[in-house]
Nanobody, 112 residues
Framework: QVQFVESGGGLVQPGGSLRLSCAKSGTRISRYAMNWYRQPPGKQREWIASISPTGTTAYTDSVKGRFTISRDYAKDTVYLQMSNLTPEDTAVYYC??????WGQGTQVTVSS
C-alpha cells in the first residue's frame, strides 16, 4: 500500500498565497505522474493539476495561471504553489499517483 502525506494548509486571506507539500517515506522517485485534487465544502472532489515523470504539467482551467505544480526529485516531494487565492479555493486538498490510496488531505481556508 502506498499513501502520500499532505501538509502546508491553513487559513489565508483573499489574494494571499500558500504552498502545499506532498511526501512519502524514503527517497525513491515516483514512476508515475503525480496529481493534486481538491474537494470544496458540499461539492465533488475534482482534479486540478498533474506533473509527469519528465516534468510536463497540466492544470484545470479554474487554477491555470494561479497555481504551479512542481517536484523535487532528490526529496521525492511534490509541491503546489497557490497564488491570488479566493474564497472559491477553500477546500481539502489531496495528492495522489496512479496506485496510491487517498490520504487525509490538508485543509485550505481562504477568508478575511
Amino acid at each position: 500500500q502506498v499513501q502520500f502525506v499532505e501538509s502546508g494548509g491553513g487559513l489565508v486571506q483573499p489574494g494571499g498565497s500558500l504552498r502545499l507539500s506532498c511526501a512519502k517515506s524514503g527517497t525513491r522517485i515516483s514512476r508515475y505522474a503525480m496529481n493534486w485534487y481538491r474537494q470544496p465544502p458540499g461539492k465533488q472532489r475534482e482534479w486540478i493539476a498533474s506533473i509527469s515523470p519528465t516534468g510536463t504539467t497540466a492544470y484545470t482551467d479554474s487554477v491555470k495561471g494561479r497555481f504551479t505544480i512542481s517536484r523535487d526529485y532528490a526529496k521525492d516531494t511534490v509541491y503546489l504553489q497557490m497564488s491570488n487565492l479566493t474564497p472559491e479555493d477553500t477546500a481539502v486538498y489531496y495528492c495522489k499517483d496512479l496506485v496510491s490510496t487517498w490520504g487525509q488531505g490538508t485543509q485550505v481556508t481562504v477568508s478575511s
